[in-house]
C-alpha cells in the first residue's frame, strides 16, 4: 500500500506541473505565486480558524486538518480569480521554454500543493497509517520514542513544503504583530502530520482522541524531570 501512496504523491505533482507546463510559463508561474501566497495566509489563518471549529465537539478531530485545507483552498481559489481578472492577458515564449522552465515551476507548485495537502491530512483524527505509510511513530527499536525516520518518503514533500513555509515565517512573510512563526511554534511540522499528531493507540477497536478543546484540560501539577 505504501507504494500506491507514493505513485499517487509523484502522480499529483506531475499532472499539476503538465497543466502549467502546457499554460506557458508566465501561467505557471502566476500559479505558483497564488500557491505560495495562499499557503502563508492558510498556515497564518490556522491557529484561529481550528479554535473556531473546536468550539464545536463533534469537529474537535478533525478541526486541525480543516483548518488548513478549507481556508487554502478558498485562498487558491480567490487569488486565482483575482489573478486571471487582473492579468487576462499571458506572456508568449518558445515552446522549449513553456515545457522546460514552465514544467520546472509547476512542479513547485505541484509540491506546496500536496505537501500542504499532506500536512492537513496528517492532521486528521485517524489511525498513525495512511495507505501504509506511518511516518513518525513510537517503535520498539526507538525503545518506545518517535522515531523520526520510521518510514520514509519517495519524495518527502511535506517536509520540503513545512520546511519552505517555515523558512518563509521568519523571514519575508514574518508576522508584523508577533515573534511567533510557524518555524518556533511548529519545528517539527512534517512529522507531527505523519504521524505524531496520530500517534494514538487502539482498545477495543476505537482510537483515542488526540485533541482537545478550549478549557477541555486542566493542568492540577506538573512534574519536571
Known amino acids: 500500500m505504501d507504494i500506491i501512496f507514493n505513485i499517487l504523491v509523484i502522480g499529483f505533482i506531475g499532472l499539476i506541473a503538465y497543466w502549467w507546463a502546457n499554460q506557458g510559463l508566465f501561467s505557471a508561474t502566476m500559479h505558483f505565486i497564488c500557491v505560495l501566497c495562499a499557503g502563508v495566509l492558510a498556515f497564518a489563518t490556522w491557529e484561529p480558524a481550528a479554535g473556531i471549529l473546536m468550539t464545536q465537539k463533534w469537529m474537535q478531530p478533525y478541526a486541525w486538518g480543516t483548518a488548513l485545507l478549507l481556508p487554502f483552498s478558498v485562498y487558491l481559489f480567490t487569488l486565482r480569480l483575482l489573478a486571471d481578472k487582473l492579468v487576462p492577458d ?12 514552465g514544467g520546472v515551476v509547476g512542479v513547485g507548485a505541484g509540491i506546496l500543493t500536496v505537501g500542504i495537502a499532506l500536512i492537513g491530512v496528517g492532521h486528521l483524527h485517524s489511525s498513525t ?4 505509510v ?3 511513530a513510537r517503535t520498539n527499536g526507538a525503545k518506545g520514542q518517535p522515531d523520526l525516520n520510521a518510514q520514509t518518503f519517495w519524495l518527502p514533500v511535506h517536509k520540503w513544503t513545512a520546511g519552505t513555509y517555515g523558512w518563509l515565517s521568519e523571514g519575508a512573510m514574518a508576522p508584523s504583530f508577533s515573534s511567533s512563526t510557524l518555524a518556533s511554534m511548529q519545528p517539527n511540522l512534517a512529522e507531527q502530520a505523519f504521524g505524531l499528531a496520530r500517534d494514538t493507540y487502539d482498545k477495543n477497536g476505537r482510537i483515542a482522541r488526540s485533541y482537545a478543546g478550549p478549557n477541555a484540560i486542566r493542568i492540577d501539577k506538573a512534574i519536571f524531570v
Open 90 to 101: 499571458n506572456l508568449n515564449f518558445p515552446q522549449v521554454v513553456n515545457l522546460t522552465i
Open 129 to 132: 497509517e495512511v495507505l501504509g
Open 134 to 136: 506511518t511516518g513518525a
